[in-house]
């Protein structure tokens, strides 16, 4: 049986730095395999190879993918983001309606060609206003 007392603070720091490279490891397969799935300007047969060449090299095909194609991994990822970004925003504001004072405008708009009279205007304008 194992007790805490054959495990030296060095031992723990080791079993720490492994766990961790191989959980970066996880993550840049993960990464690369995205990028490799996103990318547009791959082909088809592109993107098999490069997954084949991952999978039977692991290390040598995710390094060498990093360093060919390093640059479009950033720039895939700053298009991704911008794209998320744009509709958030296309989102929120077909959620959130028109401002306040767009539909103030559109009332007194109504107002003046007469659809609505002066005291409908008012409690309108009192109800957004509220």
């Known amino acids: 049986m194992v007790t805490v007392w054959e495990y ?20 840049l397969l993960i990464s690369v395999f ?14 098999a190879l490069w ?31 911008s794209m998320q970004e744009q509709q958030r925003r296309d989102y929120i504001q077909s959620v959130a309606g028109t401002s306040t004072a767009a539909e103030i405008e559109r009332l007194a708009e109504l107002q003046r060609s007469g659809t609505i009279s002066d005291a409908e205007f008012q409690q309108a304008k009192a109800k957004l206003l509220a």
Do not use: C, E, N
Request: charge should be positive; aromatic fraction near 22%.
């Open 51 to 81: 997954t084949i060449f991952v999978i039977v090299l692991p290390y040598l095909g995710v390094f060498v993918y990093l360093v060919a194609r390093g640059k479009k991994m950033g720039q895939h990822a700053v298009r991704d983001a």
């Open 8 to 27: 030296s603070p060095g031992d723990v720091f080791l079993s720490m730095l492994w766990f961790f490279l191989f959980f970066i490891w996880i993550w």
């Open 34 to 47: 995205a990028d490799v799935f996103r990318s547009d300007d791959l082909s088809g047969w592109s993107k």
